[in-house]
């Protein structure tokens, strides 16, 4: 079921997230990540996006043709080349910034069906998991700009924050 976008501002957004229980049903809130992820034009969406606090993550980026569910993950190494590109997110909308991330990761983590993953990942894909990894533990990408640099988001972010944009996909 689709679900409402939480946007900058809330406090979910900021705290970090609980950890499921092995073998815990989870299919309900899979669906739900999915269904909204699809809906607003995204290619990872983090539970906490929802307004629920736990270890859950999606990722969907089908030019790369990769498609994940990430359950109790740990980023257990991140290296390689730091890259600046620009990010953006369903919860921050409108508005991107240059973030720095290493090009290269190794995660563990049970996919949707409780099996234990020990992988790596590089370039896009690493730097989308790394993004909504981030989520689960309260940080956003604005957390990783150099607002010297990038100045010109404050503005946009008291409009989120007041609710003050127009947004295609349903928030709260």
Same mark, same amino acid.
């Given at each position: 079921?689709i679900?409402?976008?939480v946007?900058? +501002?809330?406090?979910?957004l @900021?705290y970090?997230?609980?950890?499921?229980?092995q073998n &815990?049903d989870? %299919?309900?809130?899979i669906? !739900?990540? *999915?269904?909204?992820?699809?809906?607003a034009? +995204?290619w990872g969406?983090?539970?906490?996006?929802?307004d629920i606090s736990?270890k859950i #993550?999606?990722v !969907?980026?089908p030019?790369?043709n990769f498609k994940q569910? $990430?359950i109790n993950?740990?980023?257990?190494h991140q290296?390689g %080349?730091i890259e600046r590109?620009?990010? +953006?997110c369903?919860?921050?909308?409108?508005?991107?910034g $240059?973030? %720095?991330?290493e090009?290269?990761?190794?995660?563990? $983590?049970? !996919? &949707?069906? *409780?099996?234990f993953?020990n992988?790596k990942f590089?370039n =896009?894909?690493? @730097?989308?998991?790394?993004?909504?990894y981030?989520?689960?533990? +309260?940080t956003?990408?604005i957390? @990783?700009?150099d =607002?010297? !640099?990038d100045?010109r988001?404050?503005?946009?972010l008291?409009?989120?924050?007041k @609710?003050n944009i127009?947004? #295609?996909?349903?928030?709260?």
């Amino acid at each position: 079921m689709i679900q409402p976008i939480v946007l900058y +501002g809330d406090n979910i957004l @900021r705290y970090s997230t609980d950890s499921y229980k092995q073998n &815990e049903d989870v %299919s309900d809130i899979i669906k !739900d990540l *999915w269904d909204t992820m699809y809906n607003a034009g +995204g290619w990872g969406l983090a539970a906490p996006q929802i307004d629920i606090s736990k270890k859950i #993550f999606v990722v !969907d980026i089908p030019d790369e043709n990769f498609k994940q569910v $990430f359950i109790n993950p740990i980023i257990k190494h991140q290296y390689g %080349s730091i890259e600046r590109i620009e990010e +953006g997110c369903l919860s921050i909308p409108g508005i991107t910034g $240059f973030i %720095s991330r290493e090009r290269k990761i190794e995660i563990h $983590f049970y !996919d &949707e069906n *409780w099996k234990f993953q020990n992988m790596k990942f590089q370039n =896009l894909k690493a @730097r989308v998991i790394q993004h909504e990894y981030d989520h689960l533990n +309260g940080t956003l990408w604005i957390d @990783r700009v150099d =607002l010297k !640099d990038d100045i010109r988001i404050l503005p946009h972010l008291l409009n989120i924050t007041k @609710r003050n944009i127009e947004v #295609f996909y349903p928030i709260k």
